[in-house]
């Protein structure tokens, strides 16, 4: 169901609701074609008034003990038929039943073991009418009575874990929700709506304090949808992300987006970056009139067609609040000449920005010149982080020999400043590894080969192998550090110590296949800077292969 659809029949559900509410007990008209004579006395017990549940966690279980004249009615009694009847309180509907032609607006179910149902609450959040009607089959005449069900929020705060599903790779969107400060549980396949897509590549969530509020994005090698942000419902007709977010059609799927939260209004992002499956890179300016995404930016000279090819990364400050003596400049790596570029951010609303990328010019002779920002080698990974106010690392590897190295490029300034150049990284199987995170306080990379994971130093180049406990056939698919997007972190809700050093824990995503297509797990590892090494703490299973992860904050 679609919020679009609860509006548009919002007035035959309100018509229903008022018929519904004339009384509580007894005889009442609850639009059932009934004898309303009278009835015995019927007691019913065990219903609370108010029943509460968290969507798609738990069930509406109902266990009533219902007495007849004071004796208690038998289960299965034929001389009378128990049935519930579940709508929404106050506007709303289920969807719309096209050979019928109506709103749907009640549920109905009938209980088959006794007089309880146990169904499980996949509903969106909101209050609820639970209708409880038992007709006496031998004379027509019915006894009802209502009561609340409050279904509660369970995507409301969380990780986001987008999952390849099976052996087609069937994009499925799972949380690890956090529903309270006692309580977190892991859910599935909470995207209603989505069409079926193949090979997720990322989930992207950002909170935006004005409209159009929070955006929650999943993107496959086959396309790109929005989410409503509080049902996690998607019309594939309506919330597909070019149509919504492009001022022209690209022609092609986009497959990762990334933000970069600048100096801008508190609720701004400033710079929202897509790149697509052919290599080209998007840029939107936001607070600009009639912002969206227009055309690449890979290209030397704004408005001309592209020229070269782009890595699915970049490269930013993430000081939070961000550094207003800072540029808001961002990093990018041409494939196709083999070297950095950059793209010139303009002051806050000032209209400077130019939809192109720019040669770097190599450092002057009173510069740190570390290396060229002309390689020759391929982009293998690229991570903004919070060290030294603002370092991007990267890990290239020279095409004719193999060999990877590490870069460090300091983006906390007016112009890029080369920090750090491991030219031949000598570490177990780095030539080897699909996976890497670099940490924000400590000189630490971590990488994954297989279903081994390692940190190494960048300071003194020991690396150490981590004791995950995983199986060796258990592969590790994704490794990452998640530091918020909020543009600035006093807007959070939640900004308790334990919550604000989550952000430096280690996320290691992993699969075992031995356990069919719900083998996935999302470990937490807590990183030890002295000792260079990690240590496994809470882990969540049951989800498919993942391919990212995120967590949904909220702010004020």
Known sequence: MNIR???????????????ATIATTSCVDDNGNYDYSELADIQVEGI??????????????ITPTITVNGKPLAANDP???????????GMGNFGYDYEAGKSIVWKEWKPTDGYGIDVPADFNTGMYILWLTITDNTTGAVFSKRYDVSVGSTTYEGWLVLCDEGDDNCVRLDMISKINSQRTEAIHDIAAGLPELHNATCVIAFPQGSIPGDQIHVLSSEGAYILDSETMECDPKEDELVANRFAFNPNEIIIKEDLFAAASYSWLQKYKICFSENGNAYVWVDGSGGAAYSTPVNTLEEGRDVEFKVAPYVGFNWT???AGNAAANMLFYDTTNRRFLLFLGGSNFSGSERMQLNVIAEPSADETCLFSYSTGKDL????????SNGLVYAVLQD?????????????GGTKPIQELFLPNVSAPDFDKATQFAFDNRFPLLFYAVGSKLYCHNLGTQQTNEIATGFPQGEEITKIKFNLYRAVDYSELTNQSEEFM???????????????GDNGGRVTFFDVDGMNNTAKAAEHYDGFAKIRDITYRERCE
Not at 380 to 387: A, D, E, K, L
Not at 501 to 515: A, G, I, M, Y
């Open 5 to 19: 659809t609860i509006r548009n029949n919002a007035f035959a559900a309100t018509l229903l609701f008022g018929v």
């Open 320 to 322: 939070r609040p961000w």
């Open 399 to 411: 095409p004719a020999t193999g060999q990877r190295s590490i870069y460090g490029i300091n983006m």
């Open 79 to 89: 001389n009378y038929t128990v049935l519930y009847r579940f709508g929404h309180k």
């Open 48 to 61: 609370p008034e108010l029943t509460e549940v968290l969507a798609h966690i738990d069930n509406i279980k």
């Open 501 to 515: 050093n989550q952000q430096f824990r280690l996320v290691v995503c992993s699969f075992d296949n031995t356990k």
């Open 380 to 387: 293998v990974y690229m991570q903004s982080t919070r060290r």
